[in-house]
C-alpha cells in the first residue's frame, strides 16, 4: 500500500508557541491530504482538508487562523499549530488518498506545557 | 452529517475466539474502509468495502450498502489483534472520511 509519512513524532512545546508539523506522500502524488485530531480513547475528528494549490477547507468549529494549513506541493502538506495552548495537545495524524483508499501517516502527539 | 456508530464498543476475547465487529452508517456512502490503530497510533488500512465481501487471511468484510451496515469478521484471533478497530465512510462528492466510534478489541491468551 501507498506510504505516508509524519514529521515530528512527538514534540514538546511551551504555551504561546508555534508548532508546524510535516506529512509527505512517499511513493504517490496527493492534490488533496485530509488532517484529523484525535484526543485520548475517542475517534478520529476531521479537522480540514487541504488542497494543492489552494486554500484548505476548515470544517466547522476549526479555527482556520490556529491551524495553518499549506499543501506546496504534490507530496507535502504542513499544518502549523499557531500560538498553541495546552488545550491544544492531541494527537494529530494527516492521511492522503491513493486511487480509492485513504492512507494514514504514524501521527505527530503534541504535547503544549 | 453522517453519523457513524460501531458495536459493541468493547470486546475481550481469549486466543483463537472468533468475533463480528459492526458499523452502521445514516447516509449513503461510496466510500468504506475499515481499519486497526495499533497502541502506537498507527492506522493499518484492512479494507476498502464500499460493498460486497472481501477476505484477507483471518479478516473478513461485508458491506450491505443498501441496508447501511458493514461487518467486519476476526477469526482465530491473536493477540497481535489487539487495538482499536474504526470503520471510516464517505459519501457525497466529497473525498473526505467521517470515522465511527470505534471497537476497543482485547485479546488475552
Known amino acids: 500500500g501507498a506510504v505516508v509519512s509524519q514529521h515530528p513524532s512527538r514534540v514538546i512545546c511551551k504555551s504561546g508557541t508555534s508548532v508546524k508539523i510535516e506529512c509527505r506522500s512517499l511513493?504517490?502524488?496527493?492534490?488533496?491530504m485530509f488532517w484529523y485530531r484525535q484526543f485520548p480513547k475517542q475517534s478520529l475528528m476531521l479537522m480540514a482538508t487541504?488542497?494543492?494549490?489552494?486554500?484548505?477547507?476548515?470544517e466547522q468549529g476549526v479555527e482556520k487562523d490556529k491551524f495553518l494549513i499549506n499543501h506546496a506541493s504534490l507530496t507535502l502538506s504542513t499544518l502549523t499549530v499557531t500560538s498553541a495552548h495546552p488545550e491544544d495537545s492531541s494527537f494529530y495524524i494527516c492521511?492522503?488518498?491513493?486511487?480509492?483508499?485513504?492512507?494514514f501517516g504514524p501521527g505527530t502527539r503534541l504535547t503544549v506545557t | 452529517g453522517i453519523q457513524v456508530e460501531q458495536s459493541p464498543p468493547d470486546l475481550i476475547l481469549q486466543e483463537g475466539a472468533n468475533s463480528t465487529l459492526r458499523c452502521n452508517f445514516s447516509?449513503?456512502?461510496?466510500?468504506l474502509q475499515w481499519f486497526h490503530q495499533n497502541p502506537w497510533g498507527q492506522l493499518i488500512n484492512l479494507f476498502y468495502i464500499p460493498s460486497g465481501t472481501k477476505q484477507n487471511g483471518r479478516l473478513s468484510a461485508t458491506t450491505v450498502a443498501t441496508e447501511r451496515y458493514s461487518l467486519l469478521y476476526i477469526s482465530s484471533s491473536q493477540t497481535t489483534d489487539s487495538g482499536v478497530y474504526f470503520c471510516?465512510?464517505?459519501?457525497?462528492?466529497?473525498?473526505?472520511?467521517?470515522f465511527g466510534t470505534g471497537t476497543q478489541l482485547k485479546v488475552e491468551l
Open positions: 492521511s492522503a488518498r491513493e486511487q480509492t483508499e485513504l492512507y
Open positions: 487541504s488542497n494543492e494549490g489552494s486554500k484548505a477547507t476548515y
Open positions: 447516509d449513503s456512502v461510496n466510500n
Open positions: 471510516a465512510v464517505g459519501g457525497g462528492g466529497g473525498n473526505k472520511l467521517t
Open positions: 511513493d504517490f502524488q496527493a492534490t488533496t
